[in-house]
């Protein structure tokens, strides 16, 4: 197998979503877990606004943070740090994905697009906010 054989079929299969956005945010890759998290195929996805996807009271933050990543270069999310947020789903239900990112730099450094994989852990969240709960009430 090659290289690139292996790099698209990473990319296509893997259940974790592939989201690459360029410098507007303007969804230019969208692969079938991106397709499974939320709900968007490829087709409505591509040449969309991440705003399909934030919800809208965090819209506002988001793109304050992406301009300057793009604008800068610099982010504090990159290393493999993992990130945790709200998204939204195509049909409005509201989820929680971490996601690292990967910037994509031209050859003089700037930042021309930047690559998010992200998994779903709603049910984690979920979870944790419940124990977190139920041992507050056990405390009190």
């Known amino acids: 197998m090659e290289k690139n054989e292996i790099a698209i ?3 296509e299969g893997m259940p974790d979503a592939v989201v690459v956005c360029d410098q507007e945010g ?3 890759f ?3 877990g991106a397709q499974r998290i939320f709900g968007f195929s490829e087709s409505e996805a591509l040449g969309q606004s991440l705003d399909i996807i934030i919800p809208e009271n965090t819209r506002e933050r988001h793109w304050t943070g992406y301009a300057k990543t793009m604008r800068t270069g610099k982010t504090v999310y990159g290393a493999g740090d993992l990130l945790s947020v709200p998204a939204v789903r195509k049909n409005g239900t509201r989820i929680s994905v971490q996601f690292s990112i990967v910037p994509f730099q031209d050859e003089t450094g700037n930042l021309t ?5 992200m ?3 709603t049910l984690d969240f979920e979870e944790r906010k419940l124990l977190r709960q139920a041992l507050r009430e056990a405390r009190s």
């Not at 697009?113 to 994989?117: D, E, F, K, V, W």
Request: hydrophobic content about 70%.
């Open 26 to 28: 303007i969804i230019r």
């Open 119 to 121: 998994r779903d852990v």
């Open 30 to 32: 969208w692969n079938a």
């Open 9 to 11: 079929k990473l990319l």
């Open 113 to 117: 697009a930047i690559a998010a994989i």
